[in-house]
């Protein structure tokens, strides 16, 4: 069974950088075709995905804030990090920690993100 | 980035209604899209992927269908772990986008 959790501050102050954990079970981010990423969900808002990491090491980015973004793994942990530099108020949000589907079904590959963290509420203030 | 645009926002329905929720894409994508069902205070859970595929362990009276621009999600008979609000998410390009939700409440 596939488990990930989120750590990290619930409070940054702006201008900060924020640093994220995903500490996961069940699966090895080093096996060929899987990936971890990240998804935040401003409170009674939509969801909005940030990054992802390949097992290859490949790293993706939302195009809006990839200058803000660092996504890393560390396979010896089972941890993957997400670092966001220069945090505003409007990026008060919950983090949730994604392990995304890869599945074949004879034609093409599914990618949709089977297993979510809990979540973590950060919230950015003064 | 391709938005998806999800109806109604808010479905106020009753215990054993038939309820049907839209999601329509700025662009086709094929049958690349997922639903997720979120329940206050919770992660989402996925329900739906490629469209029309349940994931494990999802009750059949979920349903989706649709492929291009139009989606949809059915649930047959609602039970009272069906009031949540439901995303749906489209991975046919690397950026994924998801819908604005669609809460369904008791009437």
């Known amino acids: 069974q596939i488990t990930l959790k989120e750590s990290g501050p619930t409070l940054v102050r702006p201008t900060q950088t924020l640093t994220l954990t995903c500490t996961f079970s069940?699966?090895?981010?080093?096996?060929?075709?899987?990936?971890v990423g990240w998804i935040r969900q401003p409170p009674g808002e939509a969801l909005e995905w940030l990054s992802l990491?390949?097992?290859?090491?490949?790293?993706q980015y939302s195009p809006s804030l990839k200058n803000r973004l660092t996504i890393t793994k560390d396979i010896s942990k089972n941890q993957v990090v997400l670092t966001m530099t220069n945090m505003d108020p409007v990026d008060t949000a919950t983090y949730y920690c994604v392990h995304r589907l890869n599945y074949y079904d004879g034609t093409v590959y599914h990618r949709a993100f089977d297993f979510w963290g809990q979540g973590a509420l950060v919230t950015v203030s003064s | 980035d391709i938005q998806l645009t999800q109806s109604p926002s808010l479905l106020s329905a009753s215990v054993g209604d038939r309820v049907t929720i839209t999601c329509r894409t700025s662009r086709g994508i094929s049958n690349y899209l997922a639903w997720y069902q979120q329940k206050p205070g919770k992660a989402p859970e996925l329900l739906i992927y490629?469209?029309?595929t349940l994931q494990g362990g999802v009750p059949s009276r979920f349903s989706g269908s649709g492929s291009g621009t139009q989606f949809s999600l059915t649930i047959s008979s609602l039970q009272p772990e069906d009031f949540a609000t439901y995303f749906c998410?489209?991975?046919?390009?690397?950026?994924?986008?998801f819908g604005g939700g669609t809460k369904v409440e008791i009437k």
């Open positions: 990491i390949f097992w290859d090491g490949v790293e």
């Open positions: 490629g469209a029309s």
């Open positions: 069940g699966f090895s981010v080093n096996s060929r075709g899987e990936s």
């Open positions: 998410q489209q991975y046919s390009n690397y950026v994924v986008t």
